[in-house]
């Protein structure tokens, strides 16, 4: 997928106001229009230009773009960085507004999807003077889930000035993380959404939840995955083992002949909650290295003294 330079498609600098590119995309789209232009290509520059367009006119998406895209050129291989978006804060229904599908792929990478879709309607609900509801995605760690903590978390949301251009500007909250907090479920922060007009109740701001990656633990939902590297004799003997958990290390019992890929669940080990999750242990067996003369004697003596065909099933697959 390549990046797009969606300035250079409306032939704008950066630091455009955003009147001037309310005038560059009524000039152009008269130029593209399909109806009307006699260019070859007229309806793929049209598409194009309205994607560019709803990018840059809209001052969130637009410094969403701006902050990740600083670095990348015009069809350069372009893939979003994991989590590019977290910290930042919007308004509304969220960047998308349910139109990601309509452009493309690199838009819909970067765009298509709405932490908003659960924002409360102000005007359906009758409340004219409530400001609007705040969104953002935040990272914490897995540790947080399990104890529960406190933090301190900086989001940034764009900001116009008088001139119209788009920067971004940074606020730091002080944020309790409940126990048991589940990744995607939001926590809502009363009042600190946008203010209301004429002085009415401030929105609120929901911050969605995601894990930091650990370098042992995968979750899905409150059940905590990992992969343990057991001994061939661990496994083919039967062993009591240190295993770790999130919570501490635990005695763990390989049973005799487990091969890799066996699943073993500590129950009630996850992410706490009513129910909690569980704890699966996935075994992977590994072999020591022939890196040695000792070691190479030994695996030739089991070659020799063990009647062990891994292959024997295969059958005439391996005739």
């Known amino acids: 997928m390549d990046f797009k330079d969606y300035y250079s498609i409306m032939g704008l600098e950066r630091n455009a106001s955003q009147d001037e590119i309310k005038r560059a995309y009524r000039k152009l789209a008269r130029k593209y229009h399909p109806d009307v232009s006699k260019e070859a290509d007229a309806e ?25 895209g600083a670095n990348w050129k015009a069809g350069q291989e372009f893939r979003p960085p994991p989590d590019w978006d977290a ?11 349910g139109d990601g599908s309509a452009y493309s792929d690199f838009f819909e990478s970067l765009f298509g999807h709405d932490l908003g879709s659960q924002r409360a309607d102000s005007r359906a609900a009758g409340r004219h003077t409530r400001g609007e509801d705040h969104h953002a995605k935040i990272l914490i760690d897995l540790d947080d889930a399990y104890r529960g903590s406190t933090r301190d978390l900086t989001l940034r949301a764009p900001t ?18 409940p126990k048991g907090v589940r990744q995607g479920q939001r926590i809502r922060l009363s009042g600190q959404g946008s203010p209301g007009p004429g002085g009415g109740r401030a929105g609120d701001l929901y911050l969605e939840i ?14 905590v995955f990992f992969d343990l590297p057991v001994t061939p004799w661990e496994a083919a003997l039967g062993a009591t083992i240190k295993a770790p958990t999130p919570e501490g290390a635990v005695d763990l019992k390989i049973p005799g002949g487990t091969t890799t890929g066996r699943k073993l669940r500590l129950r009630k080990r996850g992410i706490p909650g009513t129910p909690p999750g569980d704890l699966y242990v996935s075994i992977v067996i590994t072999l020591p290295a022939a890196d040695s003369d000792a070691a190479k004697k030994l695996y030739r003596q089991m070659e020799q003294e063990l009647a062990y065909d891994p292959r024997s099933k295969l059958g005439a697959y391996t005739s």
Do not use: C, M
């Open 87 to 97: 910290g930042f804060e919007f308004s509304g229904g969220g960047f998308t507004g």
């Open 160 to 177: 116009l000035d008088r001139e119209g251009h788009v920067s971004t500007k940074q606020r730091t909250l002080h944020v309790r993380i």
């Open 210 to 223: 995601e894990f930091n990656p650990h370098n042992l633990f995968r979750v899905d939902g409150r059940d």
């Open 44 to 68: 793929a520059q049209f598409k194009e230009l309205g994607e560019a367009y709803a990018v840059l006119k809209d001052p969130e998406k637009r410094a969403a773009y701006d902050e990740l």
